[in-house]
């Protein structure tokens, strides 16, 4: 296969990576409609968090991962366990949050609990904005990003790109293009 052209995104030894609004929510819409995640994607509690001043996301090649305490990145958790999270950053200062609603009424419930079965409202997905995010855990968010990318990590600054190679560098996972 033949490399494609990229003339006007070349700086230098890397590419400019522009990623649409509109891609960003097709994928979202894609992923939520592939049968098992769309159920629990539904009944999940949608956070639009906002990162502290001191904060910014990055994103990557795989824009959407999956936390859960019991499963350290790379891993990626069932979307099923009440300690799993879906994180899905949308610009530098925002990101969406998916979680169970059983883990926000009781957070002591067990990470590896399953979350049962519930019927699912498609016109009733409750969502919740502004939720604060310290600097400490949008590096995390951007760690397990960064861990869980194949190709890139991407940022609106070289601030949180100088932080991961850092960070990546004591944790090494093959060869990562960190561009900004």
């Not at 979307?79 to 926000?104: D, F, K």
């Not at 019927?119 to 009733?124: A, N």
């Not at 969502?127 to 990590?153: C, E, M, Q, Y």
């Amino acid at each position: 296969m033949d490399q494609p052209d990229f003339p006007r995104g070349r700086v230098g030894d890397f590419f400019k990576v522009q990623i649409h609004d509109t891609y960003r929510f097709n994928f979202m819409k894609d992923l939520s409609e592939a049968g098992t995640y769309r159920r629990l994607f539904y009944r999940m509690v949608w956070d639009v968090c906002r990162a502290d001043d001191r904060g910014l996301f990055v994103t990557t090649d795989n824009p959407v991962i999956v936390l859960n305490p019991c499963f350290p990145p790379p891993l990626s958790p069932p979307v099923n366990l009440a300690g799993s999270m879906v994180l899905y950053p949308l610009t530098p200062s925002w990101c969406l949050q998916l979680r169970h609603p059983e883990v926000i009424q009781q957070p002591q419930l067990h990470p590896m609990m399953v979350v049962p079965d519930m019927p699912v409202h498609t016109d009733q997905i409750e969502i919740r904005h502004g939720i604060p995010l310290s600097k400490d855990d949008v590096d995390t968010v951007n760690f397990a990003l960064a861990l869980s990318a194949k190709r890139f990590v991407a940022a609106s600054d070289t601030e949180p790109l100088k932080k991961l190679q850092i960070e990546l560098a004591q944790n090494i996972k093959g060869q990562l293009c960190i561009t900004q």
